[in-house]
């Protein structure tokens, strides 16, 4: 029987990367006295339908009257502001409507993150993070990318023959089928089709022909967003 798929989102090494960061850059803003603030952002993906986060940290500011505005490289307007202890919507773009919004309560330790929800494919794009507080102002950029994936799953769908089939991907992925006994890899014997799904998202379907009984296969979908597997060994003689 196949195994539980594996989707492995890159955005979770962004949070990692995030607060090693925040820790250098407060050591190091203390070391060499820098009179302004100093603003770390991260890479992240969102998911088309779920709700993303726009990874943004500074350091905190001891008087806690910090502000903060995200904008998106080649629109108007702001995303969202924060000004001294509230969200500024005042001069925010319509297209992020209903959409945004801090963590309140983490600003205070630096977090200035931002979250999105009901990502959209146009959400993908560069964002600028800027930060002013009692140190002065600073600002750094990020890219967040948009796509689709979802769950992977292999079975026998003949005597000797496997499927793989996935349901939501964006972009178009790549697909692979390994031994994964002999880690050979098997791609060149199969055949993947790509269907419409909803746009822009496709549903996948490979199958791998001649497969042998007792050999364990595995089935790797990858895009630039996202990586799931799903392995499979039929059992029995041949």
């Not at 806690?64 to 080649?74: A, D, L, P, R, T």
């Amino acid at each position: 029987m196949a195994s539980v798929g594996q989707i492995i989102f890159w955005s979770m090494i962004a949070i990692i990367i995030i607060l090693a960061g925040a820790i250098a850059l407060i050591i190091g803003l203390a070391v060499s006295g820098n009179n302004s603030a100093t603003v770390s952002t991260s890479t992240s993906v969102g998911r088309i339908g779920d709700d993303g986060v726009l990874y943004c940290s500074f350091v905190a500011d001891i008087k806690q009257n910090s502000i903060i505005e995200w904008e998106k490289e080649g629109l108007s307007g702001l995303v969202l502001k924060y000004d001294k202890g509230k969200e500024d919507k005042s001069n925010q773009n319509p297209i992020f409507n209903g959409r945004t919004q801090f963590f309140l309560n983490q600003v205070v330790i630096g977090n200035a993150s931002l979250l999105l929800k009901n990502v959209k494919l146009s959400d993908t794009g560069i964002y600028k993070c800027t930060v002013t507080t009692s140190a002065g102002r600073g600002q750094a950029t990020m890219d967040f990318r948009v796509g689709a994936y979802s769950y992977v799953d292999v079975k026998n769908s003949t005597g000797n023959t496997l499927q793989c089939t996935a349901e939501s991907w964006y972009p178009k992925p790549s697909v692979r089928w390994f031994n994964i006994s002999s880690g050979e890899d098997l791609t060149e014997f199969s055949e993947t089709t790509f269907e419409k799904g909803f746009d822009p998202v496709l549903a996948v379907v490979s199958l791998l022909k001649n497969v042998t009984h007792n050999t364990p296969y595995s089935c790797v979908i990858e895009n630039q967003i996202a990586r799931g597997n799903s392995d499979i060994i039929i059992s029995g003689k041949q």
